[in-house]
């Protein structure tokens, strides 16, 4: 197994499966993909792409690593001052490292098996997907879980150490990786302005269940080391958009 293999986790993101229930121990609500409705709306606006940022922490006892998913492009969809609908496009071929800034050869292997096919996939399935399908205000009802983690220097941040500070709604939408497709739920912060738009969201997920995950084919050993690995990984996204020009 290649060095830095164990810190494989990104946006590492797993789903749960499970028709409309919430997985102990995330503060991403999961569930079977949702119908995407087709939405009205008075403005489409622009993701901007070099302002905007999709991050991930992976972590084992040992240590962690971070880096970032760059956006191949989005566009999001507002009625009045809502939030209708929307879809960004995650360049999971571009997946970067970015704590191993003075290991070239590291940080390429690293990167390497993160879009090997014991992880994402980057060949066959060289983008993702979140598609929106509800932006509801957020409430003391939506407060999160926190999962019980094996304890050690490096457990990753729980959901509720990690997620954003006074959330005002939770986004809903489908989100697509190594083709499989499931419903998630987050807190974010949400603002809508004539001068633009921004969302900002962090949330813990479960790698496993996207199958990110060492293959069927992986040897006895770095299956055992990818158990070793903390399911858990902390996602960001920190989107800014504007108003798109008429067409």
């Not at 083709?179 to 949400?190: D, N, Q, R, W």
Request: glycine fraction near 8%; charge should be negative; hydrophobic fraction near 35%.
């Amino acid at each position: 197994m290649k060095k830095n293999s164990f810190f494989i986790l990104l946006l590492s993101a797993g789903i749960l499966a499970s028709c409309g229930q919430k997985k102990e121990g995330t503060d991403a609500e999961v569930s079977e993909a949702k119908e995407v409705e087709q939405v009205e709306a008075s403005k489409e606006y622009a993701v901007n792409a070099d302002e905007s940022t999709v991050t991930w922490i992976g972590s084992k006892p040992t240590g962690k690593h971070d880096g970032t998913i760059p956006i191949s492009q989005g566009s999001i969809a507002v009625n009045g001052d809502e939030i209708v609908g929307g879809t960004i496009t995650l360049d999971i071929a571009n997946i970067k490292n970015t704590d191993i800034a003075d290991d070239d050869e590291m940080r390429g292997k690293l990167e390497g098996h993160l879009k090997s096919a014991d992880f994402f996939d980057a060949e066959n399935h060289p983008t993702a997907e979140f598609v929106i399908t509800s932006v509801e205000p957020y409430t003391a009802g939506d407060s999160v879980e926190v999962k019980e983690e094996f304890d050690s220097e490096y457990k990753p941040a729980s959901a509720d150490e990690f997620m954003v500070e006074s959330p005002s709604h939770k986004i809903t939408g489908n989100l697509t990786m190594r083709g499989k497709t499931l419903s998630i739920s987050f807190p974010a912060v949400v603002k809508v302005a004539e001068s633009g738009l921004s969302a900002k969201a962090k949330f813990n997920i479960d790698r496993t269940l996207w199958g990110l995950t060492y293959s069927a084919e992986a040897d006895a050993v770095d299956k055992a080391k990818d158990k070793f690995i903390y399911d858990t990984v902390n996602v960001g996204f920190d989107i800014k958009a504007s108003e798109a020009p008429a067409m």
